[in-house]
């Protein structure tokens, strides 16, 4: 399979695994679609670019372009589990404090991820990586 969409098939996947799993997990209705919904398990930022990056090692060995995506990943991870997570517990914090007082409802809360949802995308992608590269 050429390199490219060797590449772009297994981020795709992996995408899609992780969305799949965030739907039995969240169990979303109509009209709180769990496709779009931030945070949650399995980390559908993380598994794709972690397929995307050993998607690149597999095909490429360590190189430049390797590099460049693995320092991308980490750059994900860490806005995850860090920035997401806590801007997410702070909305959740002045929501509360903020009661049934009309200016809560401006006050958006979205979910960053835990350690735990982040690794499970992590293996996701490095999972579907590496049985596309095996069997495909």
């Known amino acids: 399979m050429d390199a490219p969409l060797f590449v772009l ?3 795709v996947i992996a995408w899609v695994v992780s969305q799949v799993l ?3 997990f969240h169990a979303g209705t109509p009209f ?12 559908s930022h993380t ?12 095909v490429e060995g360590f190189s430049v372009l390797f590099v460049f ?13 860090g920035v ?13 404090l903020l009661g049934k007082k009309k200016e809560s409802d401006i006050v958006v809360v979205q979910e960053g ?16 990586s590496v049985l596309l590269f095996v069997f495909v």
Not at 113 to 128: M, N, S, W
């Open 47 to 58: 598994a794709p670019t972690a397929a995307a990056v050993t998607s690149i090692f597999l």
């Open 113 to 128: 991820h835990t350690v735990k949802q982040v690794a499970a995308g992590f293996v996701i992608g490095l999972v579907v």
């Open 9 to 11: 098939l297994t981020t």
């Open 22 to 24: 965030k739907f039995f």
């Open 69 to 81: 995506s693995l320092i991308f990943l980490i750059a994900i991870i860490r806005d995850a589990v």
């Open 32 to 43: 709180d679609p769990w496709w779009w919904r931030t945070g949650g398990m399995p980390s």
């Open 84 to 96: 997401r997570y806590a801007v997410g517990v702070n909305a959740q914090v002045l929501k509360q």
